[in-house]
């Protein structure tokens, strides 16, 4: 039987000598070839960064039931379905992605979803879909271009409720491949700072090399 963890929608069950981190399935499908025990999907960390963030004990996770979220960079909809189990039939979610290709797929997630939508957009220019987003609880960004950290801020500013979350999962190697990660960290730390609350930080090795993943709260 699936166990609750201190995080919202998030549970846990014995298999053997291994713990497997799972969510409740909005519809009992499997998308991604992910393991269905019951009626909850298996939530692999070597998949997804918010699973692995998850699994190396970050302190808090807003996404939480009813929750309103933008996700940004969300590619086929991998982790922006788990994040549709966890806020459930009465939150939503936002997925903004640029790849035609990746958003062809997520658009076919969606319709099978209802409480997620597809957007075709680059989020470097949010200006141009600010008329179809509300304003979120929560932004959650996985997108690895140098301009990283100002695609997330632009976005915080736009969309982000006073007070509200704001995720961020960097990947190092993309900001600068001569830096060592933990000096891009550092640098990234420094201006996440300047407008925002961190309320921690975790590395995601081994589960996902040179990441770092991002809490913060909005000042």
């Known amino acids: 039987m699936a166990e609750k963890t201190k995080y919202s929608g998030i549970y846990f069950v014995w298999k053997g000598k291994r713990k497997l981190l799972l969510t409740k399935s909005l519809d009992n499908k499997s998308y991604f070839g992910e393991r269905l025990v019951d009626s909850y999907r298996e939530f692999i960390p070597n998949r997804s960064k918010l699973a692995a963030s998850i699994i190396k004990g970050i302190s808090m996770m807003p996404i939480k039931e009813r ?16 994040v549709s189990d966890i806020v459930g039939k009465d ?13 062809r797929e997520l ?7 209802k409480n997620m939508t597809a957007i075709l957009a680059d989020a ?3 200006e141009q879909y600010k008329d179809n987003i509300t304003k979120v ?12 950290v100002e695609i997330f801020l632009k976005n915080i500013d736009l969309f982000l409720k006073p007070k509200g ?9 993309s900001i600068d491949v001569i830096k060592s990660p933990k000096s891009v960290f550092q640098d990234v730390k420094k201006e996440l700072e300047k407008k ?7 590395d995601l090795n081994p589960f996902q090399k040179d990441h770092y993943f991002f809490v913060c ?3």
Do not use: W
């Open 67 to 82: 929750g309103i979220i933008l996700y940004l960079g969300a590619a086929q909809g991998q982790t922006a379905s788990y």
């Open 91 to 103: 939150g939503f979610v936002f997925c903004v992605e640029i790849s035609p290709r990746a958003c």
């Open 107 to 113: 658009l076919y997630l969606t319709e099978q979803r």
């Open 124 to 126: 470097n220019h949010p």
């Open 137 to 148: 609880d929560v932004i959650y960004q996985d997108i690895a271009q140098k301009n990283q």
């Open 165 to 173: 979350y704001a995720i961020v999962a960097i990947k190092t190697r």
């Open 196 to 202: 925002l609350k961190i309320m921690d930080v975790k």
């Open 217 to 219: 709260r909005k000042k």
